[in-house]
């Protein structure tokens, strides 16, 4: 999982998203709140997101 500040959240995941990068909001978990999961399957998938 990779955390960004709340405020950047929505911005990040849409880039990401744009980008072709599954990602999903852990908004209002308990603990997590204002985080990130990013979904990367194949070490071709990894390199892209990095």
Same mark, same amino acid.
């Given at each position: +999982?990779?955390?960004w +500040?709340?405020?950047?959240?929505?911005?990040?995941?849409?880039?990401?998203?744009?980008?072709g990068?599954?990602v999903?909001? +852990?908004?209002?978990?308990?603990?997590?709140?204002?985080?990130?999961?990013v979904?990367?399957?194949t070490?071709?998938?990894?390199?892209?997101?990095?």
């Open positions: +999982m990779v955390i +500040m709340k405020a950047q959240a929505a911005a990040a995941q849409a880039l990401l998203r744009q980008a990068i599954l999903r909001s +852990m908004a209002a978990k308990p603990l997590i709140d204002g985080s990130l999961r979904s990367i399957g070490k071709e998938q990894l390199e892209r997101f990095w």
